[in-house]
């Protein structure tokens, strides 16, 4: 039987460095490798400096990552970048690039599916297939950085998946690209987006990384989040918002919460002033969303004028709210829904 092949992007360079010896390679050859692949060239027979038959017998043994992408759509409205992953063993992911004023963010999925079943949510009623690995999540920031050629500075996990139901691959993920010879991206610039699962947001509080926490709410109160998000019924809202308020004091990070409007659901005057009372005197940012319809879904979008009343409810209680501009609407850039697409065109739903 033939041995599964390494992936040199789940090793340090320590671990590569050996790795290489065992094959009979010097050390500054897995350093060369080093730097192509966080430069994001991810295919050795790409890597000019390596001698020719050194690269076949790499592409023998290792992988990076493992991806291949099999879809790519770029906005003619904004430039926001959709691509689509096939892993190694053929299950498919999507990531996001967007263009902001200052500079490139990408979006990430942290694991195939998800299974917190929200249910708003394009990926939910397709269940939790696997966790991705650190190279998995390492191949799509490199495979995006190697398609545009330059430095991408921000990172936001709300891709497909609960990066908080993949903690430890999440933290190792993190801390890998955080490093000066990776892509020496600040902690400052990088943002953990989760459904809400309480003693993940205190062990991440304590991890002494200075991440960015978004907090999907989508609701003011229990009973609402409980008809939405499953994830309510096992933490309360106290529960969450408690954690939240936590995991500022300790990173002295503001929390933003991530709050979708669904038309007759939770967007009426009344909910924005139960919100704002809850969130008054925290170190907090709401962000609305217009929420996105799902096919199969009866979820509708509220509308401007309900959207506008809600904001301003927040803003006369002095809570920080942004509307999120809506990037990628012409490429199905709104998370899980090309994956979700793709899979109902292959006949795999
Ligand atoms: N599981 C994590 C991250 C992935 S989901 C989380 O829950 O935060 C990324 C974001 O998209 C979350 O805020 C999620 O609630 C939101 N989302 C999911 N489906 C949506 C939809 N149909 N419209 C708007 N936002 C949606």
């Known amino acids: 039987m033939k041995t599964k092949k390494l992936d040199l992007l789940e090793m340090s360079l320590e671990d590569m460095i050996k790795a290489f010896e065992e094959l009979g390679f010097e050390a500054y050859r897995a350093r060369q490798v080093y730097k192509w692949l966080y430069s994001g060239q991810l295919d050795f027979e790409e890597m000019s400096n390596l001698p ?10 290792f992988i990076n990552g493992g991806l291949t992408v099999t879809n790519r759509l770029v906005s003619k409205i904004d430039g926001t970048r959709k691509y689509l992953f096939e892993l190694s063993d053929g299950n ?18 942290t694991q195939v599916g998800c299974r917190m079943g929200c249910t708003f949510c394009a990926s939910a009623p ?29 990172v936001v996990l709300m891709g497909i998946g609960e990066p908080f ?34 003693p993940r947001i205190l062990d991440f509080a304590d991890e002494g990384i200075p991440v960015n926490l978004s907090v999907s709410l989508h609701a003011p109160n229990d009973g609402i989040r409980q008809q939405t998000m499953p994830v309510a019924r096992r933490w309360s809202f106290d529960e969450l918002i408690q954690a939240c308020i936590k995991y500022s ?24 002033k139960i919100l704002a009372d809850r969130l008054k ?27 506008k009343e809600f904001k301003h409810v927040l803003e006369k209680s002095k809570i920080p709210v942004t509307v999120r501009r809506e990037l990628g609407s012409d490429i199905m850039a709104a998370c899980g829904q090309l994956r979700r697409n793709t899979l109902i065109d292959n006949g795999k739903v």
Not at 100 to 107: L, Q, R
Not at 251 to 266: D, G, H, P, Q
């Open 52 to 61: 020719k038959d050194m690269r076949k017998i790499l592409t023998d043994n």
């Open 92 to 109: 498919i992911i999507e990531s996001v690039l967007m263009k902001y004023h200052y500079g490139y963010s990408v979006c990430l999925s």
């Open 126 to 154: 397709l269940g939790l297939v696997r966790n991705l690995t650190v190279g998995e999540m390492l191949g799509q920031i490199l495979s995006i950085l190697n398609d545009i050629g330059e430095r991408i500075g921000h």
């Open 165 to 198: 139901d993949n903690y430890d691959n999440v933290l190792a993920f993190l801390r890998r690209i955080s490093r000066e010879d990776t892509l020496n991206i600040s902690y400052r610039k990088m943002t953990v987006s989760t459904c809400g699962i309480v």
């Open 249 to 272: 004091e300790i990173t002295s990070r503001r929390v933003t919460y991530e709050y979708a409007l669904i038309k007759n659901v939770n967007d009426a005057k009344e909910h924005a």
């Open 281 to 307: 005197g925290t170190l907090c940012h709401v962000n609305l969303i217009p929420v996105n319809t799902v096919e199969g879904t009866n979820f509708d979008k509220s509308s401007k004028q309900r959207i």
